[in-house]
């Protein structure tokens, strides 16, 4: 049917966290297929001005296939400053967050991430600011309107379980019904080529297109493997043991084997 009519969308509704964004439009793009993922989230969000966390971080992804020589353009984002994990991961590790990306539960800047999640209970406890400020909280919005209110999916405090009840939109363009194929690869090609080599600041060795960096690192994981931090190595080990995939005494080397 797509490559019949040249555009597939699809909405859905009753749905979870589905993990990372990317993973769906590079899809798209492996199949020279441009495309458009997105989805809101539990409440991390206060909207601007307020100080109760009202909507997710609107999760979405947008991705262009390769080139004939260069990689497929993409990125993936949310509509926060920062993700919720990252200020997890400074808490876990006993470090500050800077001033701009959490506010505390009475609306309040904060370095604590403490003010943000309580990792006792697993509990948020304040909120997230979005990215650009009004920008950002403007996309969120327009986010979760295309993603659930769309679909008629819940939203904000009607979720559940972290996020059950989750809609969806997935957008995905067969770029043939516009112009053929090989004529968008060769001026992505052009365009991608454009940016890499324009000039650099002093001190840049690299200028990136989106999705390069997160593209390349996926290659090289493949290939050699994921380097861990000690926190979530240990994390892993606890739920190998409690799963009974590792005895009581396993020690994070038995990860690897």
């Keep these: 049917m797509l490559k019949k009519n040249g555009i597939g969308i699809a909405s859905g509704i009753k749905g979870h966290h589905f993990g990372i964004a990317a993973h769906y439009t590079l899809k798209a793009a492996n ?34 296939p390769a080139g004939h020589k260069t990689p497929p353009i993409m990125f993936d984002m949310a509509s926060s400053l920062v993700a919720g994990g990252k ?10 967050v800077p001033f701009g990306w959490i506010l505390d539960n009475e609306g309040n800047d904060t370095q604590d991430p403490a003010d943000f999640i309580n990792l006792d209970t697993g509990e948020i406890v304040g909120s997230l600011l979005p990215m ?8 969120t919005v327009m986010i979760e309107l295309l993603s659930s209110v769309l679909a008629g999916a819940k939203i904000g405090k009607d979720l559940t379980g972290g996020g059950k009840g989750l809609g969806f939109l997935m957008v995905v363009i067969d770029p043939n019904i516009i112009r053929p194929i090989d004529e968008l690869k060769r001026d ?13 600041k002093d001190g840049v060795n690299e200028i990136f ?19 861990l931090n000690k926190v979530v190595a240990k994390e892993l080990l606890d739920l190998a043991i409690q799963y009974n995939r590792l005895p009581d005494d396993a020690e994070i080397e038995d990860l690897l084997k």
């Design 31 to 64: 199949e020279d297929l441009i495309s458009f993922v997105c989805a809101p989230s539990f409440p991390l969000i206060a909207p601007i001005g307020g100080k109760e966390k009202i909507l997710g971080n609107s999760p979405h992804s947008i991705a262009f």
């Design 87 to 96: 200020v997890e991961m400074a808490l876990r590790q006993g470090q500050k």
């Design 132 to 139: 650009a400020g009004p920008k950002g909280y403007c996309i």
């Design 188 to 200: 992505l090609d052009e365009y991608f080529y454009t940016i890499k080599k324009s000039p650099r």
């Design 209 to 227: 297109l989106p999705g390069e960096i997160e593209y390349k690192n996926a290659i090289d994981r493949k290939q050699n493997g994921i380097d």
